[in-house]
């Protein structure tokens, strides 16, 4: 991996800043509010369904990891703290499970689109030439981070989403196994990413946003 020097770094940081500190905070929220609509209030008493960036900023998860891997150029991950859920008192404990962890990827899924439509405003407006192109690069980077955060959240490792997700469906005698991972599952996932063994999820979602920020681009013309 290639390191970036310092002013390029610091401009990457100028425009995925914002889009990072949404895309974790409104994940976050999307699993608390899902879950406060089933019946557990857990995350709202205790402040977790506000959308200050700072109540749900993990420092290694939310500042660290993400900075090492702009300035080293690998795919933008990382976590925000998990938002807690009392499974007993969800209604329907296995499926609000489900739906409470489909809400953040869901979120950041809507988001992404949100960044590509103000991108589309942005291709079409004619105005100061540096801060159209700044909000661009913001727009672009919005987009990206929100779709590999869903993706990333979708991995079937526990504590992950998608952990979550096959452990609500799977049943109890398996579940339970899966579940056992979540001490581990975010250093084995970043382990795998270190080693490059998750460029098969990385890799064609990356292709696919840029087929869509160029198609939004290339609707200028």
């Known amino acids: 991996m290639q390191a970036l020097d310092l002013a390029q770094f610091l401009s990457r940081i100028s425009f995925y800043g914002i889009p990072v500190l949404c895309a974790i905070t409104l994940h976050e929220v999307a699993h608390g509010w899902t879950a406060r609509y089933f019946g557990d209030r857990t995350a709202e008493l205790l402040g977790r369904l506000s959308l200050n960036p700072l109540r749900h900023i993990d420092p290694i998860g939310t500042l660290i990891v993400p900075a090492l891997l702009l300035c080293f150029h690998g795919p933008l991950i990382g976590w ?3 938002v807690p859920v009392a499974t007993g008192s969800l209604r329907n404990p296995q499926r609000a499970m489900l739906l409470v962890a489909l809400a953040g990827p869901a979120a950041n899924l809507v988001m992404a689109a ?9 291709v079409h407006l004619n105005g100061e030439v540096m801060l159209v192109s700044w909000m661009a690069s913001m727009a672009q980077a919005g987009i990206v981070v929100n779709v590999i955060l869903a993706a990333f959240n979708l991995l079937p490792i526990p504590p992950l989403d998608g952990g979550r997700i096959v ?3 799977l049943p109890a005698r398996w579940s339970g196994g899966l579940a056992r991972l979540e001490p581990i599952g975010l250093v084995l996932v970043l382990g795998l990413s270190a080693l490059g063994l998750l ?18 681009f290339a609707s200028r013309a």
């Not at 999820?201 to 869509?212: N, Y």
């Open 80 to 82: 925000a703290k998990p």
């Open 114 to 122: 949100l960044w590509c439509a103000l991108l589309a405003a942005l």
């Open 167 to 169: 452990t609500a469906l």
């Open 199 to 216: 460029r098969w999820l990385f890799d064609p979602t990356l292709r696919v946003v840029g087929l869509v920020i160029n198609a939004v």
